[in-house]
């Protein structure tokens, strides 16, 4: 047995056997000749070869696979062939380029020309990149990109994964995800949580262990061990058993003595609305708007956009749907809106700010939002991202305002707003704290570097303060507004409890959390909450919060959580 500590973001105790995600494929140095002895006519010969194998491959996989991920397949598959792509690095072959330099070569002036005409065709320019790169790895021998196909269910191992893979990530075949990178508020903690999965990041080691190798993992105390004894393999069984426990919510948010704490859903679309439903979820307390158009390079119309908004809206009808303005830049870039040459993107020109550099956006943004809300029934709520001024906020509420939107908050994502909320909630209806952000920021530490982990969780105390201040500027004579918390910190069990003890009013997390949260809320009544939430608060570090907490919530050793 071998162990690889790292940082536990999904709970869940499982065996598997790993899937290394194959490293991104390099460019082939710019100049490649043919090598010698291998004729124009062998090197296009291997290349159609591989195009076509490519695309069996792809067409292979988008048979078993289902909705966004069978699309985005089946769209690869017949880019794999395309006879531009094809002809064009023939062309170059032809002249002595070697096969992959050509098809490399050939790639970029596609997804060029593709871009360049706008639109629907633009969106297909990253499927010639994905193309090309699975074309050299077939010309290699070495395994294409992405994550593995597999008819099996296995552990997948990668480096960190972006928020594209998961269209084509199998819930049915990922058994759970483990990184060597990645940050708890990283994309790989946010995808896991959202399918369920358990998953560690940060797990130093972990990209050295070969297909193949049987591993155990606690998705909760952020273990991983390979060649697991009986012990681990009677953990994993046991889970397996609770697990079911945990599926359930009631569909009502409360501690012990009846405190109410609404329990919402984070979502990216109106599928997600749908599921979060299902789950019993309250209602939206984070939609995330972004998501919608994440591979899109033009700014989707009002009409489009106003489509996209009322599907999630329609899924929670008389509910409240807390609906995000467009959060792009740093580890969300959407083309149309941030620019990728920013040398620090995530104090760059980020979530509300890009109404600095791009104004318009924003406002037919709000104009799509209230022409969804109109013939709906949910209660819509609407916040901009990344607010650091009680000006800010205020401009924000007024394009809010004008638009014909009743009620406008923000998120509390920037220390300066944590520290300066009573100012701003005096300009807005409620603030949503976004706990991923406000730890980035206040240990100045990236959410997506591995390394930084450590630093990186919502269990620092300065970031419990940071939430503490909020609530009590929200608090403050004559304001009396709602706080809620949207970020990752709310899908922790623990962290729920210490959170409600500092007197927030909401928690929204991925759907998947709901009945584990709620389970744990259950067992505490309101006054312990606080008690555990000052226990936290007077904690040296964040290690010490987590474990003075937890030990004191004997229900999570009992559920696995
Ligand atoms: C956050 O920062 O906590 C948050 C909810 O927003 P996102 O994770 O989308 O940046
Ligand atoms: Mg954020």
Known sequence: MQNFPGVGVSPGRVIGTVRQMPKPISEPPAGEQLAPGNTAEEATAALKAASQAVHDELKARAAHATGDGKAVLEATALMAKDTMLIKGAAKLVARGTSAERAIWESGSSVSEMLHNLGGYMAERATDVLDVRAR?????????????????????????????????????????ALVTSGGGPQSHTAIIA??????????????????????????????????EPDESLRAAAEAWAATASLLAEFSGTGAT???????????VGGGKDAEAAAQLGAQGVG???????????????????????????????PSKKVVLRTLDAGA?????????????????????????????????????????????SEADVWVMAPMISTAEEAARFASMCSDAGIKTPGVMVEVPSAALTAEAILREVGFASLG???????????????????????????????????????????????????????????????????????TLSMTARSLAAVAAVLKTVTLDEAQQLAKLALSAPSATEARAWVREKLPVLEELGL
């Open 135 to 175: 074309i050299v790895a077939e010309l290699r021998g070495v395994p294409a990109p992405g994550i593995p196909a597999s008819t099996t269910p296995f552990v997948l191992v990668a480096e960190d994964l972006a928020p594209a893979d998961t269209a084509t990530l199998d819930p049915n075949k990922v058994l």
């Open 193 to 226: 949580r959202s399918l369920g999965l358990p998953a560690v990041v940060a797990a130093v080691g972990v990209d050295e262990l070969p297909d193949g190798t049987e591993v155990y993992l606690d998705g909760a105390a952020g273990a991983v061990t390979s």
């Open 256 to 266: 012990a003595d009846g405190h109410l704490v609404p329990l919402l859903a984070n």
């Open 286 to 316: 984070l939609f995330r708007t972004e998501f919608c158009f994440l591979e899109r390079d033009t700014e989707p119309s009002v009409e489009e956009q106003a489509v996209a908004y009322k599907k999630v809206f329609d899924a929670f």
């Open 331 to 375: 580890d969300k870039p959407l083309p149309f809106l941030t620019d990728s040459t920013e040398p620090n993107p995530a104090l760059g020109v980020r979530g509300y700010r890009t109404d600095f550099t791009t104004p318009g956006v924003l406002d037919r943004q709000l104009e799509a939002i209230a022409l969804a809300e109109k013939d």
């Open 435 to 505: 706990t991923n952000d406000l730890t980035q920021y206040a240990m100045a530490a990236d959410r997506q570097l591995g390394p930084l982990a450590n630093l990186n969780t919502p269990w620092q105390p300065a970031v419990l303060r940071l939430v503490g201040l909020t609530v009590e500027g929200s608090r403050a004579e004559g304001n009396n507004k709602p706080v809620g918390v949207c970020g990752e910190a709310a899908a922790d069990p623990a962290l729920a409890v210490v959170l409600t003890g500092l007197g927030v009013s």
